[in-house]
């Protein structure tokens, strides 16, 4: 049998319940707190034999090696998992392991959302109102468009995008998506049509982002990709920040050649650039996209699974290396 009792968890910074509890009755847990720096993280980090990371926590091989050889598994609290060096924990034989599924639905729900929030005007009608601003029933004021009708695109036809797609499309919009794999069973369920990115930046209406972080996705939408979702199209992003050029995307809606934007998701987090606080007809939210109560329990429960199954010798539900 297994001697776990001993093992030591290091949760980088804060952990659920859902996923603490399970945890402490079988390992000694280490907890760095919510705003634990880089410093604090490194200082306890040694000795772990599973270190839980989340989307801010970065894990690189100075964090691997600070864990030492007796680290098994990195337990990112995320479906993301682009604050993981992938091949510096592969090298060291280091398991990683993500949460999907479990916020599928709450980050699709707030993407559509985003969708709404932004396509309907909502923060710049809301700002108006709370500053005393509002002077009447306008019906020239904060004309936006609606899904039905509207041809969205889904940049990202994986689970979240799948979701999203779902939930546009029962409210009547046409769908069309991008991505590296076609998506027969998506077609076949909604007629949605798969097209390269910049004929689907110039076919949809309302543009949502759904694809990993990667070297290939970084500025995946700049200037010239704005351009082409135009003055009345809708940019959504719950992805990642690092998807879209955020100077870019400010730029055109300071410039009025986008029409709205809604982000949830920012390069840098938490900062928040400037002009983006400033520009208009944008919705900002502070990366709530898993943010419901069965999501993040959810989430917090595969941290748990997947750090148990692999200190206890058996393979976890979801490994990403
Ligand atoms: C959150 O951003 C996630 O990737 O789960």
Redesign the pocket.
């Known amino acids: 049998m297994v001697n776990s009792r001993r093992m030591l968890v290091v949760v980088a910074r804060v952990l659920l319940p859902a996923g603490l509890d399970p945890l402490r009755d079988r390992f000694e847990v280490r907890e760095g707190g919510f705003d634990a720096t880089r410093d604090r993280v490194l200082e306890i980090a040694g000795g772990a034999d599973a270190f839980v990371a989340d989307?801010s926590v970065p894990v690189d091989a100075q964090l691997l090696e600070a864990c030492g050889d007796g680290l098994r598994v990195v337990a990112n609290f995320?479906?993301?998992y682009d604050n993981v060096d992938l091949d510096a924990c592969k090298q060291r034989g280091v398991v990683v392991t993500?949460?999907p599924d479990v916020?599928t639905e709450a980050?699709a729900e707030l993407a559509l959302a985003l969708t709404l929030a932004a396509g309907r005007r909502m923060s710049d009608a809301e700002r108006d109102l709370r500053a005393g601003r509002w002077r009447g029933w306008d019906p020239a004021a904060y004309r936006g468009i609606e899904i039905r009708g509207s041809t969205v695109g889904v940049v990202g036809m994986g689970r979240i995008g799948h979701r999203y797609a779902r939930l546009a499309h029962v409210l009547g919009a046409e769908i069309v998506y991008a991505g590296p794999t076609a998506k027969p069973e998506v077609e076949n369920e909604m007629g949605a049509r798969r097209l390269e990115l910049d004929g689907l930046l110039e076919a949809a209406d309302i543009v949502s982002l759904h694809a990993p972080a990667t070297a290939e996705t970084r500025h995946l939408i700049g200037a010239r990709e704005l351009e082409l979702i135009g003055a009345d199209g809708v940019l959504v992003n719950t992805a990642?920040g690092t998807l879209v050029d955020s100077d870019a995307l400010a730029g055109a809606l300071e410039a009025g050649t986008l029409g709205a934007a809604g982000l949830d998701?920012y390069e840098g987090e938490p900062e928040v650039p400037e002009r983006l606080l400033a520009a208009p007809r944008c919705v900002l939210l502070p990366?709530i996209?898993?943010a419901t109560v069965p999501s993040r329990d959810g989430?917090a429960r595969a941290v748990a699974d997947n750090v148990i199954t692999v200190l206890e010798g058996r393979e976890p539900p979801s490994r990403v290396v």
Request: no cysteine; proline share 7%; net charge positive.
């Open positions: 989307p995320a479906v993301g993500n949460t916020l980050t990642r998701v990366h996209g898993s989430m």
